[in-house]
């Protein structure tokens, strides 16, 4: 089944329905993740954590012992990105979770791959909210690519786990791209993904972020 978005959301309208945007979907998902941490101090919640350097940015990722990106798409976005996020996504993240207005769910399940989550988000019109609903759990991503794991670690975070292990020799002049490689050679993949996993949990100028807290903090 396919929607009319622009009839979906004349109707909306006309019944004084709330259509979902990024803000409300993005504030509630914040308050529901940060709920969800339960105060673990090895959990951060990012906010447009770059990948690819700016290329493309995932809404939201949570880093603990895995990074679960969400990608947020509400009632008045259009799917229109979203095949290409799919690559980019796939070569980074461990799970990626969909969080999709209504008028988007049916595409959405034939676009994204099947180990994406998907969540509905419903506007709560009496309380102004998001409502989610869990439609499919994200599991592990089988297609991810170490270079580009690297890749998520500035230059100079990726050249000191090199001098960490010792292999930093002929590259400590060398632009990014070349450390990334390095670092993509000489460390299996899981162990690749625990140090960026650490680096991201401990960077402390982010452009923008938000640490999960104990509860009241």
């Not at 259509?19 to 919640?45: A, F, H, Q, V």
Request: glycine share 6%.
């Amino acid at each position: 089944m396919n929607f009319d978005q622009q009839s979906y959301q004349q109707n909306c309208k006309r019944q004084h329905f709330l259509l979902t945007n990024d803000k409300m979907i993005r504030s509630s998902l914040l308050y529901e993740l940060d709920k969800r941490c339960g105060g673990d101090p090895n959990t951060k919640i990012i906010e447009e954590l770059g990948i690819k350097h700016g290329e493309a940015r995932i809404d939201i990722a949570v880093v603990n012992g895995i990074i679960h990106g969400y990608e947020l798409k509400s009632e008045r976005d259009t799917l229109n990105r979203l095949p290409e996020q799919i690559k980019t996504y796939n070569a980074v993240l461990d799970q990626v979770t969909l969080v999709v207005g209504k008028n988007h769910l049916y595409e959405a399940i034939k676009i994204v791959p099947e180990w994406w989550g998907i969540t509905l988000a419903k506007a709560d019109n009496q309380k102004g909210s998001v409502i989610f609903y869990t439609i499919r759990l994200a599991d592990l991503n089988p297609e991810q690519n170490n270079t580009a794991i690297a890749a998520l670690l500035w230059r100079d975070e990726a050249l000191h786990i090199l001098e960490e292990i010792g292999k930093a020799d002929g590259v400590r002049s060398k632009n990014r791209q070349v450390i990334y490689e390095r670092l993509a050679q000489v460390l299996d993949q899981d162990i690749l993904r625990q140090k960026v996993r650490q680096q991201l949990r401990t960077r402390v100028n982010w452009r923008s972020g938000l640490q999960c807290m104990p509860s009241g903090g």
